[in-house]
């Protein structure tokens, strides 16, 4: 079943922080966050393992809350760079690579 | 480093037609999968290829078919295309199935009429 992400669709000032959060129905191994612009590739954002290992890169933080299958990714400061849709992508197993993403949420930085 | 590439960049064809899309795997990666986008969804996993090898499946018909070649190239066969399979094809790389960061190409755009 798709993770459920939220909000879908967000409007922020250069500068301003935002949360997104992924839920899930399933137990999860892993959350991934890609961030998609428009008639781009998704590019990877970060990793979070269940049992509390993370990978990505420095600028972006995320949590995984395992005991509710949710996960958010916090996007502080935010430059216009940052603009695109994330996804968040699910794995319930060890093999990461087979996700199950999720509808997206659209960020805009505006001036 | 040489990134994920997908040729073609976009593809029309007609509904019944058969397609072939093709993606050139990262330097050093073994394991390519495939997702289908369509227009303001997340992408869904069709299937992964691993050392030439199917290694797992989403729910997708077995017109939608693949092939890993010994340089872990990959290629996504589409049969007797329909207008629902209308979409963005990407591919991603990595450095083995249970690895965990996933590279993906800029996609094929196919629109079938």
């Known amino acids: 079943q798709q993770p459920v992400q939220s909000p879908q669709a967000v409007i922020l000032r250069e500068g301003e922080d935002a949360v997104i959060n992924c839920s899930s129905s399933?137990?999860?191994?892993?959350v991934h966050w890609y961030r998609q612009k428009h008639g781009e590739a998704p590019v990877f954002l970060m990793i979070?393992?269940?049992?509390?290992e993370q990978k990505g890169h420095e600028k972006i933080s995320a949590s995984f809350n395992e005991k509710k299958q949710q996960s958010s990714l916090y996007l502080t400061a935010s430059q216009l760079s940052y603009s695109g849709t994330y996804f968040c992508?699910?794995?319930?197993?060890?093999?990461?690579?087979?996700?199950?993403f999720g509808t997206g949420t659209r960020l805009q930085v505006t001036l | 480093e040489t990134g994920v590439t997908q040729s073609p960049t976009h593809l029309i064809k007609t509904r019944g037609q058969q397609v072939t899309l093709r993606c050139s795997s990262q330097?050093?990666?073994?394991?390519v999968s495939w997702y289908q986008q369509a227009l303001g969804q997340g992408p869904q996993f069709i299937f992964q290829?691993?050392?030439?090898?199917?290694?797992g499946r989403g729910n997708f018909p077995p017109r939608f078919s693949g092939l890993q070649f010994p340089n872990y190239s990959s290629e996504l066969n589409v049969n007797a295309l329909e207008l629902d399979d209308s979409a963005l094809y990407l591919c991603?790389?990595?450095?083995?199935?249970?690895?965990?960061?996933?590279?993906f190409g800029p996609g094929t755009r196919l629109t079938v009429t």
């Open positions: 330097s050093g990666h073994n394991t």
């Open positions: 290829y691993y050392r030439e090898e199917e290694n």
């Open positions: 992508g699910t794995s319930t197993t060890g093999t990461a690579s087979k996700l199950t």
């Open positions: 979070l393992l269940k049992g509390g």
């Open positions: 399933k137990a999860l191994y892993s």
């Open positions: 991603a790389s990595s450095s083995g199935p249970e690895y965990y960061e996933q590279y």
